[in-house]
């Protein structure tokens, strides 16, 4: 199974990003699918997550309102759009697949398996 994160980049206080994950090799529709982030200095932290089906999702409470994940079956891709960026949202982003399937959300890192390699989101003042 891999994933692949991309989309990052370096942004002004304010503006967007739209990260995406393609995921090979597992049946990517009966997998919920999350975001996490780890800043410089600290702990990795759930960011966002959604369900097998698409029709559920949860955000952290740092970024809900100016975050949206959504999935593409079609296309084996998870992708989360960043608004309104704030310089604390500056960090390196993973994208990650549960471990099995048929899951609401989940917000714990021990409930993914498999992690892409991560891209930064850097976001100036």
């Known amino acids: 199974v891999q994933l692949q994160a991309s989309g990052g980049g370096l942004v002004q206080v304010g503006g967007s990003l739209r990260l995406a994950c393609a995921v090979s090799g597992r049946a990517f529709s009966s997998y919920a699918m999350g975001w996490f982030r780890q800043a410089p200095g600290k702990e990795r932290e759930f960011v966002s997550a959604?369900?097998?089906?698409?029709?559920?999702?949860y955000y952290a409470a740092s970024v809900k309102g100016r975050f949206t994940i959504a999935r593409d079956d079609a296309k084996n891709t998870v992708n989360l759009q960043m608004n309104s960026l704030k310089p604390e949202d500056t960090a390196l982003y993973y994208c990650?697949?549960?471990?099995?399937?048929?899951?609401?959300?989940?917000?714990?890192?021990?409930?993914?398996?498999?992690w892409g390699q991560g891209t930064e989101v850097t976001v100036s003042s």
């Open positions: 990650a697949m549960v471990t099995r399937p048929f899951r609401m959300p989940q917000t714990q890192s021990n409930e993914y398996t498999y």
């Open positions: 959604i369900n097998w089906r698409g029709d559920s999702s």
